[in-house]
């Protein structure tokens, strides 16, 4: 099963500053998501990127919000203006191993005050 | 838009029973893929099991299986001797032709020692 890290584990933030959540596949992918799950609720899907570029992105997914690729290996998700609404655990996953399958990493756990 | 119900939000179930997860999807594809994610108190999003659509063979890992019914669109987990380590939130899942994950509400899996 491909392993997938991400950091931090935890952030706390003040609302209106910017964050940057880090994806680290252990191996080549070239499939990359971010979903959230705000506490409680279910987990959503936010934006997919292939080949360095979005391939499909939410509702959820506005203005604020940017993904990138910026050394080859990490993949990030850029929050610019957090909001109190933003709280919620961010999950990376990759598509690999078997097919059609997402990996997903551990997750960061993300609070805006 | 696809969409993924589980009308089960908490089960229990004794240690080394059986218990079966119910999940009911919405789609108008004829290919895609069944997942069943497994969110012990950590919130990592483990994959526990997955289903291709045009397989009718019903998925089994170990001591879970699936009851795949296409046409009822109806994808339930059980759960064979149930153990202690089974207890966390179980989500099931849909990939759409976008790659898409459409995640269920969740049912909350307690096991009684």
């Known amino acids: 099963e491909p392993e997938v890290t991400q950091t931090p584990s935890h952030q706390v933030t003040q609302m209106g500053q910017e964050v940057i959540l880090r994806c680290v596949p252990i191996s080549n992918h070239l499939y990359f998501y971010w979903y959230r799950q705000i506490l409680g609720q279910k987990v959503e899907f936010l934006v997919s990127f292939y080949n360095n570029e979005i391939s499909e992105k939410s509702e959820i997914f506005d203005d604020q919000f940017s993904v990138e690729r910026p050394d080859g290996s990490n993949f990030t998700l850029k929050i610019r203006s957090t909001k109190l609404e933003d709280s919620a655990m961010y999950f990376c996953?990759?598509?690999?191993?078997?097919?059609?399958?997402?990996?997903f990493g551990p997750g960061t756990r993300l609070l805006v005050l | 838009a696809q969409t993924v119900t589980q009308s089960q939000p908490e089960m229990s179930v004794q240690e080394a029973e059986t218990v079966t997860l119910s999940c009911t999807y919405d789609?108008?594809?004829?290919?895609?893929?069944l997942f069943w994610y497994k969110q012990p108190p950590s919130r990592q999003m483990i994959l526990v099991i997955r289903?291709?659509?045009?397989?009718?063979q019903n998925a089994t890992e170990n001591r879970f299986s699936v009851n795949f019914q296409k046409a009822a669109k109806s994808f339930s987990l059980k759960i064979s001797d149930s153990q202690l380590g089974d207890a966390a939130m179980y989500f099931c899942?849909?990939?759409?032709?976008?790659?898409?994950?459409?995640f269920g509400k969740g049912t909350r899996l307690h096991i009684l020692p």
């Open positions: 789609t108008s594809e004829s290919d895609y893929y």
């Open positions: 899942a849909y990939l759409n032709r976008d790659d898409k994950i459409i």
């Open positions: 996953a990759i598509q690999g191993g078997r097919e059609e399958t997402q990996y």
């Open positions: 289903q291709e659509a045009y397989k009718q």
